[in-house]
């Protein structure tokens, strides 16, 4: 049950689009359409942002938006804004039957 | 409005015993699978366990298999999380988090989560 692999950290500008990625292996992103991401502002419980690779929830801004290639997924705000700065994590359902996350990154708007 | 509400963390000694509590309202219960999932202090997100709406469905992470046991009163609207053997590497934050589908059975995807209730083992 090892962790998926994020980048520690990503920056960009406001109104930039910048690109978190989570990489996995078969047994988990690659073999599930079971992604999700999540946003998490300091002291609070995280909120899902996307879920299943690509689809939104409710009330989630459209400047959000997920894909997966391969082992790869991809988180990518678009049109940042200062309220995007938090910590993202990234999840798969794996073939044991158990959800896996990445360590998290830490995204700081300039 | 979804509400998950957790309570019964505190302070224990390595080796001994917790077990928490998470209230659902809003929704019902029954019907979606419910997890455990845990951050360290200053850390990621780990996956503990998690039930599936009927209780029929099990899963626990390996770092708790043996150790953890996750259960529901359906009739109490109400999911818990027996905790034995602590040990200090369980020091956490544990949240309460619904699975977003009724129609999986084990943990893919968390829309509504508790605030968390802490749980520090320490001598």
């Known amino acids: 049950q090892s962790a998926l692999t994020q980048p520690a950290s990503v920056s960009g500008s406001p109104g930039q689009s910048i690109t978190i990625s989570c990489t996995g292996t078969n047994s988990d992103i690659g073999g599930y359409d079971y992604v999700s991401w999540y946003q998490q502002h300091p002291g609070k419980a995280p909120k899902l942002m996307i879920y299943?690779?690509?689809d939104r929830p409710s009330g989630v801004s459209d400047r959000f938006s997920g894909s997966k290639s391969g082992n790869t997924a991809s988180l990518t705000i678009s049109g940042l804004q200062a309220e995007d700065e938090a910590d993202y994590y990234c999840?798969?359902?794996?073939?044991?039957?158990?959800?896996?996350f990445g360590g998290g990154t830490k995204l700081t708007v300039l | 409005e979804v509400q998950l509400v957790e309570s019964g963390g505190g302070l224990v000694k390595p080796g001994g015993s917790l077990r928490l509590s998470c209230e659902g309202s809003?929704?019902?219960?029954?019907?979606?699978?419910m997890n455990w999932v845990r951050q360290a202090p200053g850390k990621g997100l780990e996956w503990v366990s998690s039930i599936s709406g009927s209780g029929s469905y099990i899963y626990y992470a390996d770092s708790v298999k043996g150790r953890f046991a996750i259960s529901r009163d359906s009739a109490k609207k109400s999911l818990y999380l027996q905790m034995n053997s602590l040990r200090a590497e369980d020091t956490a934050v544990y949240y309460c988090?619904?699975?977003?589908?009724?129609?999986?059975?084990?943990?893919?995807?968390?829309?509504?989560w508790g605030q968390g209730t802490l749980v520090t083992v320490s001598s």
């Open positions: 999840s798969s359902y794996a073939s044991s039957s158990t959800l896996l």
């Open positions: 809003g929704f019902a219960f029954s019907s979606y699978g």
């Open positions: 299943d690779v690509s």
């Open positions: 988090t619904r699975e977003k589908t009724t129609i999986t059975v084990a943990a893919t995807s968390a829309d509504f």
